[in-house]
């Protein structure tokens, strides 16, 4: 198969990109759509606070252990095989779950069919990160892939946004059955567009080096460089997922807020989110200030969320009664705390991708994307027994310590480069990962 073949065109690796964030915005849907629902699964499962954030956290737990794995198998098998069995896989499991998963008036499934229905959606699911993100930096330039990138990683606030605006809706109305039955569907529409568009990119005339890594570069499992901006990435995400996880739940018991407004606020931030990410790969793209950027938003976090902490504990042991600008302000806050710690992923993902190499895209990715979601899974269990020590307070400062720790990992100060270098902001480690051909080291 040749450059010259039609189905490889310039503008192919736009279809490329197209089915990568179908692909992950039906798996979003499902990972960052179900946490919305927190309020009725609590209800419609009889769960106690503390067997809430047990199952919540069970999907990230899926996903972490898995994610390496399908790393792996997506650098030696390619990206078509990996993401149309993981997204056919996926579908099946969900299905499976409307069946034998999903409460009636009559009956509550037992705890257990519960948490292993959404763990394994979490181990099949992992498939479609790594794979989608090699498919993006096999079919684009350095110069476009920032944007590329970002663009696919609008697919996780695109599928949060719609599980926030529907799901929460859905389910009230027909049921978790119903619920799962639909996820279900939107991975089998990713699928059939995989199917379609996503093919490893011609021998000849492609726009990357793509089946090279930097000279004498390290696998990425043997790369101290790499593992420090998956930690840096992982722990970010804490912040993150102490908002998605329980932000409803905060609302609804702290707040004192309505769930219509509580979709509402949700869909806003996954919404925030997708503009900036797009925004945010664009002009690090322009600019090549990755490092600059991801040290930006981690001091931006920590800020937000000490703001949120600090509002909080003067609100005390909740809203009171009439208080209609305190709530609105309050809802503002945590839109933008959660635009804010949702803004830099796709800026994160170019940094690690370039510096491990397009080759080994997968692996790296599978890396990060394990970090992710192992903190996915602690989080929710960690927010019932912090709230249960000091109240929700304690929980928000708990997420902006979480970026203290993460700034010097994701983005290290940089250093002072020589007479005539490029004058990138990152040290030489990081400031690799920027260069036009990924095979040069500065």
């Given at each position: 198969m040749t450059s010259t073949n039609p189905a490889f065109?310039?503008?192919?690796?736009?279809?490329?990109?197209?089915?990568?964030?179908?692909?992950?915005?039906?798996?979003?849907?499902?990972?960052?759509?179900?946490?919305?629902?927190?309020?009725?699964?609590?209800?419609?499962?009889?769960?106690?606070?503390?067997a809430l954030g047990l199952v919540l956290g069970l999907m990230g737990l899926g996903i972490a252990v898995s994610e390496l794995p399908w790393g792996l198998l997506t650098d030696k098998w390619g990206d078509r095989p990996v993401l149309l069995m993981g997204l056919g896989a996926t579908a099946a499991a969900l299905f499976a779950m409307a069946l034998l998963a999903a409460p009636t008036p009559g009956h509550v499934p037992e705890l257990a069919w519960l948490g292993a229905g959404l763990l394994l959606v979490g181990v099949l699911g992992g498939s479609v990160n790594g794979a989608s993100g090699r498919a993006v930096m096999r079919w684009f330039a350095d110069g476009e892939r920032g944007l590329a990138m970002s663009i696919r990683q609008t697919a996780v606030p695109l599928g949060g946004g719609l599980g926030a605006l529907l799901l929460p809706m859905a389910t009230l109305r027909f049921g978790f059955g119903v619920m799962y039955g639909l996820l279900g569907a939107l991975c089998l529409v990713g699928a059939a567009l995989v199917a379609a568009w996503v093919h490893e990119p011609p021998a000849s005339g492609a726009p990357t080096a793509a089946n090279e890594s930097p000279a004498g570069q390290l696998p990425p499992l043997q790369d101290a460089r790499v593992w420090r901006l998956v930690a840096g990435i992982g722990i970010l995400c804490a912040p993150q997922f102490a908002l998605l996880s329980f932000g409803t739940v905060f609302l609804h018991d702290f707040g004192r807020v309505g769930l219509v407004v509580i979709s509402a606020a949700m869909t806003l931030v996954q919404v925030g989110a997708m503009v900036m990410r797009v925004w945010s790969g664009r002009w690090t793209d322009r600019w090549r200030n990755r490092p600059a950027y991801l040290r930006a938003c981690s001091v931006l976090v920590v800020v937000m969320f000490a703001a949120l902490a600090l509002f909080t504990l003067l609100l005390g042991e909740g809203m009171p009664a009439g208080s209609s600008l305190v709530r609105a302000a309050l809802l503002a806050l945590m839109v933008t705390s959660g635009i804010c710690v949702s803004a830099w992923h796709g800026v994160a993902y170019t940094e690690l991708a370039t510096l491990s190499g397009a080759a080994r895209a997968g692996t790296a990715l599978g890396m990060a994307n394990t970090a992710v979601f192992a903190v996915c899974f602690v989080t929710p269990l960690a927010i019932p027994h912090l709230r249960a020590a000091h109240g929700w307070s304690l929980v928000w400062l708990a997420a902006s310590a979480c970026a203290v720790v993460a700034l010097p990992l994701l983005a290290p100060a940089a250093r002072r480069v020589q007479p005539g270098a490029t004058g990138h902001l990152a040290p030489p480690a990081l400031s690799s990962a920027q260069s036009s051909s990924c095979t040069s080291t500065r």
């Open positions: 065109s310039g503008r192919h690796r736009w279809k490329v990109l197209a089915a990568g964030v179908v692909a992950n915005a039906a798996f979003s849907t499902a990972f960052s759509g179900i946490p919305m629902t927190a309020v009725l699964m609590r209800s419609g499962y009889r769960l106690e606070d503390a």
